[in-house]
């Protein structure tokens, strides 16, 4: 298992490193500093050295890497690093060199309780919150629980919730967010368009209440063929994924969503699904060169979404050729200018309701060169987030909370849908 | 022993000595900041070793963070923390008992084992789960470092009762420690009973076979326990179940039903280590439903992980390349989702696109063009490369498509950028090998861009077309004597092409190529340093004017047509890879042995490993590394094979008694241009493999040396291992 965990910086030095097994030595790191860090060509996140493998993952401008010198299992590897990343934000709220500096003691600590002997323990931040405390966290927590009910709590089946929990207003709320991918080619064809969507969980329920949870299908996980009619609201999940609060068995079984949710917020389940997306947005684009020097661009974008509903920071990333020396941009809502450093135009526009139209044009000049650049053409990136919006049509249809005490509960619900790079047109 | 009294280790003294408590917790956390930096902080030992009485439990971490580094630098001081470690194991608050305990079992010194036994055994029985769960792996760290007390105070039999707990965690954790003592009591001393520690008894050096029994009753509580644990523990489960063989079907569907929940999973390995459950108890399972139901609801959790982090991504995508070439159907209809981003980082973008042309199929063949063509305009140069290259894949695998194929390939020659050029060449060479005479009217184009080439690889196909197609090309003679103008100046696989093409020319066209043939002889025996060229020169000369008959049979022999393998990795070895889906192995595609222990796979090993009687598959897997590599590699060979046998025979006036003998031959000859040759053109081999990672060439070494006596007798080797080689070039 992970014989060993190091943070770099991008200098290749070392800002924490812990020793877990015995295979390993500290100098093992000016290994992957010669090897990963001053090299530039690295392909593979894994690094095989003689026997000795480096698996690492780059956040901003430190590199957390796992040493082991077994045949280990990749993915648990990764995941760990990556569940250590999200540990790190949740205690000193971004993970970069200053602040692995200045939390060197929490790191410590934490890498103490979540890695024993090189195996993953326990690295559920809200239980780990509860023993590992820093001056913040304490003062959010304000009382330090008795650490044998601590310890039965990181062991037992309930891991992620304390049992004493008690709130004198009962509410959950459930965010639904949905992240659009879609690859459009330059002759508008969808090559791909699917959702990756994620039910966030907010809840601030006493006790140890048992929540059931209902979305707008019968889950059609398998395609029965057509012996179950779909009728016309619900949504084909591709795929489903469950915190580890859910009970995949019953899940397994009969298709209900029941669990004990964690205190406060946490994510619930993520899901795929690929059959009847809505797109948000269309986009025309008329891309010409008349000249050598010249490139005209028309772009057409329309809000497809419901009148009553509108997007918000709507950013519009198009390409220009490397050897654009100047771009004059024309737009009806919203602010377009040229950012040369990345050679994209940027179009922002703040909100956009549904039904609207919106049109750029721009003329980008070129410099004359005799050896032409390769310009690789990338994609047209749209941003938005379209509030009470589902691209997949998904919708909660129930969430019901039991408790022993038999208390009423408020719920709300939300949706989003959104893209951050995702949602790619092709042209040209 | 005068310190000096200044410097920074003296102020830390004398702050870890000072009365405040303030002030000792601070300099703890400098000199651990010290130790992180990589300053030797060993002197300060005693100093901070008193400060390990303490309430505050995050002072105590520091110090024992502080123990764990030095204690092996210090192991006479040790002996001053043994008393406060003791005391702490028993401490009221399980915190403590569980951080005393799990810090003294990594101390490595022999001192603190000593009094570590009692505290264990214990911890072991702790009231509390926590206690036990981090005692249980606390038996694994002793036996890293003192086997024998393990066995002395029957750790492992306790933790064999620990898998019965009644709490997840403990059992998770309880098989892990035990499957670590498993691995590591092979590794210890497997063909040797007398461990290298010469102290060791007799009973720890051969604990394996009894050290991790998986029966029915643990196998039940294994399945309760799987539902109930941390997604870590989840996958230590799993990876138990995955060793456990189903005594019958009944158990093994039991077991499939109760794993298949797990695909559910949010932690990515999980997902895979499930997957790795499924497909080891697979094979087992005869019902149809049930086999239906498991590779239906395999596919949706794997087509989700390609949504995850790059690095998680890839791994799965590796594992998927595996999962494909078992069971080719289960993503049947999915390509769509392995078309790269635009932002994926390239060795996430190349393995899709391995995958793509595994599931390319008549009915999606004019999208995944679609989508290489778009990848072929792109910068990266090596995933433009790999992009046409899977035109031509795709090409030699449907041949519905193949025109297309070479349709797109020649829209992208005339973009004329010159790696698109070189490689398209390359490629179109392949697609004229499987479709001999179909596409002709393309070379003269290809001839045109003559000029553009500068890679060996590129011109050698050009030639090799040129050569093959001699008769149908009015300036042949032409164009390859401008190769042959520069013939000194090429690289060897040009100037092997270049002569052969030259006599293929000759043989066609008699009439008009007897000068340049004569030319092309005289250079390659003359001018050139390398024996190849040079044997390969003079077998052509002899038979040209020997037997000019026999020259035609072998020189202008038809070949079979090549095929896109289905597999890149030998059946058995694919077998143990489906073992270990998710572990480096099925990253890699390579058995663990061949990159950890103790390095590469030598023969010796190879011998060992077939010896030991456990168990017969992996004998056989591990055999096959060689044959199936020698398959991979040299394709070839084999192709040979099926050309009419009576007419080599007669060639080689019976010396070649066996193909392969030949192959072998060839292979341990010039090492180092074989590794070259390999190395490009070797569809399988990840590119993101280290250059460690090669290891296939240097283990056939000695095999191939016990058949192969010194090279006597080389003319009808070579015939054949040239013939080969310019087939070589440009397969895969």
Redesign the interface.
Known sequence: ?ISAFFIFNQKG?????RLF??DVK?SISDVFRIQVISNADV?????????T?F?H?RVGNVYLVAV?????????V??F??RFMSISKSYFGKLDEESVKNN??LI??LL?EIL??G??????TDTLKM?ITTESIKSELAVRED??K???Q????T?WRRSDVKYRKNEAFVDVIETV?L?M?KEGTV??A?V?GQIMMRAYLSGTPECKFGLNDKLV??KRGDSAPKSESAVEL???????C????R??SDRSISFIPPDGEF?LM?Y?STTNINLPFRLQTHVVEPTKSKVEYTIHLRAAYDPKLSANNVVLRIPTPLNTTMVNTKVGIGKAKYVPAENIIIWKIPRIQGAQEAILTADADLAQTTHRQ??????IEVDFSVVMFTASGLLVRFLKVFEKSGYQSVKWVRYLSKAN??Y?I?FL | MAAPRKGENWELRQQLNSEYREKRADAIKRVIANHTIGKDCSGLFPDVVKNMQTEDLEQKKLVYLYLMNYAKTQPELVILAVNTFVKDTADPNPLVRALAIRTMSVLRAEKILDYLASPLSRCLKDENPYVRKTAALCVAKVFDLKPELCVEYGFIETLRDLIGDGNPMVVANAVTALADIHEASQTVSPSDPDSPEGSTPPPTSQPSPQLLIIDQPTLAKLLVALNECSEWGRIAVLSTLARYKAVDVQEAEHICERVMPQFQHANAAVVLGAVKVIMIHIKQIQREDLLKSLTRKMAPPLVTLISSAPEIQWVALRNINLLLQKRPDILANEMRVFFCKYNDPPYVKVEKLDIMIRLANANNVETLLGELKEYASEVDVDFVRKAVRAIGQTAIKIEEAAERCVGVLMELIETRVSYVVQEAVIVIKDIFRKYPHSYEGVIPVLCSNLEELDEPEAKASLIWIIGEYAEKIENADELLGTFLESFKEESYPVQLQTLTAIVKLFLKKPDTAQGIVQRVLQAATKDCDSPDVRDRAYIYWRLLSSDPAAAKAVVLSVRPPISLPQTTVAPAILEELLGEISSLASVYHKPAATFIGKGRLGADEIGRQAVEPEDETREKALQTVVAGQQAENLLDFDADDSAPDERRRSLADGLISNQTIASVAKSSNPLDELMDLFSSPNLSAPTANPAQLMPSVPSLMPTSNNNNGPMTSPTPQIVTGGKAEDDLLGLF
């Not at chain 1, 591709?238 to 580890?244: A, E, G, P, V």
């Not at chain 1, 859910?246 to 068995?249: A, S």
């Open positions: 298992m030095e070392v800002l924490t490193s097994r015995t500290r392909r593979s996140p894994i690094i095989t050295l003689g026997s493998s698996f993952v082991t010198k077994c045949n280990a299992s990749a993915a648990l990764f995941e690093l990556y060197f003691v410590y600590e103490d024993d002997f195996y993953p323990q326990n690295s559920e023993y650490s044998s601590i310890t039965i990181a062991t037992g089946a891991s991918n690859m080619s090559l791909r699917d990756d996980l398998q591709d795929d489903c994924q469950f915190h580890q859910v009970r995949l068995g899940f397994d994510e993520r795929r390769a310009w690789s053409r990338p994609p790079g995702t790619q092709r």
